[in-house]
C-alpha cells in the first residue's frame, strides 16, 4: 500500500508540477482558461502542528517539533474579490513525544508528513495598502508518519483535508504581490495499516501554519488585486445575531471503547458578520457557542442507558456560504460552511467516573437552510435549521476516573431565530435576484471504498471492502462567474470483504450504504468543446452500516447520521444546447461514523470515518 501510495503521490506533484511551470511559458493561454486576472502563488514558512493517534487501544497525543510548510497554488477571479484556488502544499515535521495517558511522555523517532490538494475560496476586503482576506477550503491529503520507538507505525494514509485562513496581500507592482497568511489545516483520520501484526491505526494532524508568498498575475493586462471598491463601506455588508434550541443526534466518545452519549436538548447562541459574495450569494464568518446537558451512555448494543452527568459545550469557528432566493416577501437560503470548532465537558462524569474537562480541537462543519422575512430594508428576521458537527477533537486525561485520553465527536440539529442588519443605503438585506442557468443532473456510477479504520471495543480493525455502485441527482444553478452552486442527494452501495485484527484477517459479510445530502460548489473552465470543473461541498451522510468484524460475531449494525464532505473533478461535454454529458470524480467522505453494536449480539459500539473514489457518468439539462 505505501508503495502504491508513494507513487500516486508522485505522479500528482509532478501532474501539478507541469500544470504550475506552464504558466511561465503560456501565461496568456492559461488565463484563457482560467478567466481574467489569473495568478499564480508560490509561498513558504512554518508549521506548528500535533498529531492525533487512534492506536493500540488507546488515543495518542502526539507532539511534534516545529517544522516547514511549502507550496503553490493557481487561482482566479469568480466574483468582485471573490476568489477560486487549487493549491498543492507540502510540510514536515520531526516527531517529538507522545502519550496516551495521565505522566510523563515517551521519546518519539522519525517525522511526519503531508501533502495537501486543496480546493479554496479566499474573500478580498480592499485596506487601502492591500487586501486582506478570509476563507478556506477542502481537499485531500496524503499523511505519512513514522516512530520505532515506543510506538511501531510506518504507513502512509488518504484522508480528507480542510483549512481555514487568512492574510494580507500587498501589492507590489500591478501584477504581483506579497502574501502574508496564516493557515489552520487538518487532515482527519488517515487510516495506517499495522506493520508484522502491530496495532492498525487512524491518523489525524491538526496544524498552525504562518507563510509568506509571492503572487504573480498572468496575461497581459492582468491585475493581481484588480478590484478597488471592495472595502467594509461598501453595500452587501451585514452582521447577524441568533440564538435557538440544540437537539443532540448522538456524541461519540472513543476511550479505546467507543461511548454513545445521550444528550437533553439544549441552546446555542452566536452572531456572525457577513457580504455579498455575488448577485444572491453571501460569505459568512461565524462564532457560535453550543451546549447541552449529558443524559445517559452506553458501550453496547441493546445496553439500557447507564447513568451520566454534566454539559458538554462546544465553540464554533465557521466560514460559511449561503445561496439566496426569493419567493414573494420571503428569502429562502440554503448552504453551509466549515471550520474548526472546540468541545469541553464541564463536571461530567460517567457512571461517576470524572471526564478530563479540557478543551479539544476538531474540525467543524455545517449544512443549513432557512428564511429571511425583510422587516425594513436593513433589518430581517432569520429563521434557520442547522446539522452541525465537530469531530476528531482530543480531551486530554483527567487526574481521576477517565485516565487516558479520548476523542470525541458531536452532532446536532439546530432551530435558530435571528436579526440580520444590512449597512448601506440602498440595501435590502432580505431580497434575492431570479436564478440563472439553473439545471438537473442525474447520474451512476464506481465505487472503489478506501480501506477503512474502525475503533471498536478496545481494538483497531481495519476494514477492505468490495467495490460497489453509486446513484444520484442535482440541482443547480449558477452562482457566480463561471461558478456553479448545487443541492445533491446521492447513494453510495457497497459490501465489505474481510478485517484486520493486528495480522488477523476474518470474513467480513455485512452491507454498506450511504446516502449523502450534499452542498455544492463547482468552478468551470472553458476549453472550447469540453468545459472542466472542479471543486467540493459539504453536508451530511445516512449510513447504513452492517459488519461482522470477527468470525465470532462482534458486529455493528446500525444506521447513524454524520458530517459528510466532498471533493471533485470532472468534464462536461454539450451534446445539444440544453444536454451535456458529465464524466466525474469524487472523494466522498462520512466523519467519525458512530455504529452501536447489534442488539440481537450484544456487541459493542464502534467508530470510524468512511472514504470511497467515485466514479460517475451522468447527462446534465439546462432549463
Keep these: 500500500m505505501r508503495n502504491r501510495l508513494n507513487l500516486t503521490v508522485s505522479a500528482a506533484a509532478i501532474a501539478f508540477g507541469v500544470l504550475w511551470a506552464a504558466p511561465l511559458a503560456q501565461a496568456d493561454a492559461l488565463q484563457d482558461i482560467l478567466g481574467a486576472n489569473a495568478y499564480v502563488s508560490v509561498f513558504g514558512g512554518g508549521t506548528f502542528a500535533r498529531l492525533q493517534a487512534q492506536y493500540n487501544n488507546d488515543v495518542y497525543d502526539a507532539h511534534l517539533k516545529d517544522g516547514f510548510t511549502v507550496g503553490a497554488a493557481i487561482g482566479s477571479y469568480v466574483g468582485p474579490g471573490l476568489r477560486f484556488e487549487r493549491e498543492l502544499s507540502y510540510q514536515r515535521n520531526k516527531n517529538s513525544k507522545v502519550r496516551y495517558t495521565q505522566g510523563n511522555f515517551d521519546p518519539m523517532t522519525g517525522d511526519t508528513e503531508a501533502i ?99 503572487s504573480y498575475a498572468l496575461g497581459e493586462g492582468s491585475q493581481i488585486q484588480p478590484v478597488a471598491d471592495l472595502d467594509v463601506s461598501s453595500p452587501g455588508w451585514y452582521v447577524s445575531v441568533f440564538g435557538g434550541g440544540a437537539f443532540p443526534e448522538h456524541v461519540n466518545f472513543d476511550y479505546g471503547s467507543v461511548y454513545s452519549l445521550e444528550g437533553k436538548t439544549g441552546f446555542t447562541v452566536g452572531a456572525a458578520v457577513g457580504t455579498e459574495l455575488a448577485p444572491g450569494l453571501r460569505g459568512e464568518l461565524e462564532l457560535s457557542y453550543l451546549r447541552h446537558a449529558i443524559d445517559g451512555y452506553t458501550t453496547f448494543g441493546g445496553q439500557a442507558s447507564q447513568p451520566a452527568t454534566g454539559h458538554l459545550e462546544q465553540t464554533y469557528l465557521l466560514a460559511n456560504v449561503w445561496k439566496d432566493f426569493q419567493l414573494g416577501m420571503f428569502s429562502p437560503y440554503i448552504g453551509g460552511g466549515i471550520g474548526f470548532g472546540t468541545t469541553k465537558f464541564n463536571n461530567a462524569t460517567l457512571d461517576g467516573s470524572a ?224 444536454l451535456m454529458l458529465d464524466v466525474g470524480y469524487r472523494f466522498k467522505a462520512a466523519l467519525d461514523v458512530l455504529t452501536e453494536g447489534d442488539s440481537g449480539t450484544a456487541s459493542s459500539h464502534g467508530s470510524g470515518s468512511h472514504y470511497a473514489h467515485v466514479g460517475q457518468v451522468g447527462v446534465t439539462w439546462a432549463f
Aim: net charge negative; hydrophobic share 40%.
Design 355 to 578: 471526564i478530563g474537562h479540557k478543551s479539544g480541537l476538531g474540525f467543524a462543519g455545517q449544512i443549513g437552510t432557512g428564511v429571511r422575512f425583510g422587516v425594513t430594508d436593513n433589518l430581517a428576521l432569520d429563521a434557520g435549521y442547522r446539522f452541525k458537527s465537530s469531530v476528531n477533537a482530543l480531551i486530554e486525561w483527567n487526574d481521576t476516573g477517565f485516565t487516558d485520553n479520548t476523542s470525541v465527536a458531536n452532532y446536532e440539529h439546530v432551530l435558530q431565530l435571528g436579526l440580520t442588519y444590512g449597512f448601506g443605503e440602498g440595501v435590502n438585506v432580505a431580497s434575492a435576484p431570479a436564478l440563472e442557468g439553473k439545471y438537473i443532473s442525474l447520474f451512476g456510477g464506481y465505487v472503489a471504498p478506501a480501506d477503512t479504520h474502525i475503533s471498536y471495543s478496545g481494538s483497531n480493525y481495519m476494514v477492505n471492502f468490495k467495490d460497489g455502485f453509486t446513484v444520484g441527482a442535482a440541482v443547480g444553478a449558477t452562482i457566480a462567474d463561471h461558478t456553479r452552486g448545487e443541492l445533491e442527494l446521492s447513494h453510495l452501495s457497497y459490501k465489505p470483504d474481510s478485517t484486520d485484527e493486528n495480522g488477523t484477517f476474518s470474513n467480513a459479510p455485512g452491507k454498506m450504504g450511504m446516502t449523502f445530502l450534499m452542498t455544492n460548489v463547482w468552478r468551470d473552465f472553458d476549453l472550447g468543446f469540453v468545459q472542466p470543473y472542479g471543486g467540493f461541498g459539504v453536508g451530511m451522510a445516512l449510513a447504513d452500516v452492517d459488519i461482522d468484524l470477527t468470525d465470532s460475531g462482534s458486529r455493528i449494525n446500525d444506521t447513524t447520521l454524520a458530517l459528510a464532505a466532498q471533493v471533485g473533478s470532472g468534464i462536461r461535454v454539450p451534446v445539444t444546447d440544453n
Design 116 to 214: 495537501f490538494l486543496l480546493a479554496n475560496l479566499w474573500k478580498d476586503i480592499d485596506v487601502g495598502m492591500g487586501s486582506l482576506y478570509v476563507g478556506g477550503g477542502l481537499g485531500t491529503a496524503f499523511v505519512s508518519s513514522k516512530d520505532n520507538a515506543s510506538q511501531v507505525w510506518n504507513d502512509t494514509g488518504l484522508a480528507l483535508a480542510a483549512q481555514l485562513g487568512a492574510g494580507l496581500r500587498v501589492p507590489v507592482t500591478d501584477r504581483m504581490a506579497l502574501d502574508l497568511g496564516y493557515r489552520l489545516k487538518t487532515a482527519i483520520d488517515a487510516p495506517f495499516d499495522g506493520k508484522n501484526g502491530d496495532s492498525n491505526a487512524a491518523m489525524t494532524i491538526y496544524s498552525h501554519n504562518v507563510q509568506l508568498g509571492l
